[in-house]
């Protein structure tokens, strides 16, 4: 099974990435209540749009809700939602609610302010401690092979995600944001500092059913990004970079999240990724500008890749797309050719 997806730098505008997700609908409260809006739902108007009913009798479904998120399918359906405040604040606790439908039984969980962190470490310098960052911001909610993952809007470049499992028991929490699933595998992005000269990307990938957790990209040894640091630092203005505080450190180079493609049979990932010469000034963006790269990771059992320019995917496969590289074939073609971790 293949899927096609698209990462939040692709579509502009949009708060997250929603993976496709079988048999579950995933919605955002601005999906369910549009902006001009005049107030928030109560829980009760929520609850009835989506055709739950009989929550537990110490649930208040008067209350107001604000910053929340649904998920909803044939087997359960989960909120996670704020009381409203009344402005722009919110106001702890997170609530979530799941009614599991096959057994006809509800779960609830609150969480205070404080209760939930998750390392924050922006970058890609070595040796760095991660800082422990509160979990607590507009919610969303959705549904992975058994979990439950609500994410915690910070900022435009980070978020925190909780994983629950179906009691709503937390499991773990991370920074950043799932961005493909190939059963209970995640991919995810790091999160960063939104308000900085660069932002280098970051994939990981996250077991769920063991929490181990892996680096993908960047890869170790990546050709072609080296090549695109060697060019930026030749291009360098050092006045230019103390004028304007940025560190123009080329392993922190920015980089930028295109379109993705899951093969869960093959256990395959691939997306496209645009190298760019941002905070390095303007001879740089100038005359470097932007460059687009390719990367196929097969991921059980041992972790390889490959990497290809544009010009150079479409020569050998008449196509430039990360599903492309994802059809049987060519997945055959390019590690029985190649067997680089």
């Not at 929520?46 to 479904?61: A, E, G, K, Y």
């Not at 544009?310 to 492309?324: C, K, N």
Request: proline share 6%; charged share 20%; aromatic share 10%.
């Amino acid at each position: 099974m293949m899927i096609m997806l698209q990462s939040r730098s692709f579509v502009v505008g949009l708060a997250k990435l929603a993976a496709l997700l079988v048999a579950c609908t995933f919605f955002t409260a601005r999906e369910l209540w549009p902006t001009q809006r005049d107030q928030w739902p109560t829980l009760a108007e929520v609850l009835r749009q989506n055709s739950v009913s009989s929550p537990p009798p110490d649930v208040d479904t008067a209350m107001t809700i604000s910053s929340f998120g649904v998920v909803n399918g044939p087997s359960q359906f989960a909120i996670a939602y704020y009381q409203d405040s009344g402005s722009i604040a919110l106001r702890p606790p997170l609530y979530v609610l799941r009614y599991d439908k096959v057994a006809q039984q509800w779960h609830r969980r609150e969480f205070e302010e404080g209760e939930v962190k998750a390392p924050f470490t922006p970058g890609l310098a070595p040796g760095q401690k991660g800082l422990m960052v509160n979990c607590m911001g507009g919610a969303s909610i959705s549904a992975v092979a058994g979990w439950l993952l609500v994410s915690i809007h910070q900022s435009p470049s980070a978020e925190c995600t909780m994983i629950l499992n179906t009691d709503l028991k937390l499991v773990s929490a991370f920074s950043g944001w799932r961005v493909a699933a190939l059963g209970s595998e995640l991919v995810i992005e790091r999160s960063e500092i939104h308000f900085s000269a660069t932002h280098p990307l970051r994939l990981a990938v996250l077991d769920l059913a063991t929490g181990r957790e892996r680096d993908l990209f960047p890869p170790t040894n990546d050709r072609f990004r080296k090549q695109f640091q060697q060019r930026l630092v030749a291009l360098q203005n050092d006045d230019w970079c103390r004028e304007h505080n940025a560190s123009c450190d080329p392993q922190q180079m920015s980089t930028e999240l295109g379109k993705i493609a899951v093969n869960a049979d093959a256990q395959a990932i691939a997306f496209e990724v645009t190298f760019t010469a941002e905070g390095f000034g303007p001879t740089a963006e100038a005359q470097l500008g932007n460059e687009k790269c390719f990367y196929v990771f097969k991921l059980n059992p041992k972790l390889k890749y490959r990497e290809f320019r544009e010009a150079d995917l479409q020569q050998m496969f008449g196509a430039a797309t990360p599903e492309t590289l994802l059809r049987p074939q060519v997945l055959q073609r390019i590690f029985m050719a190649n067997n680089q971790a």
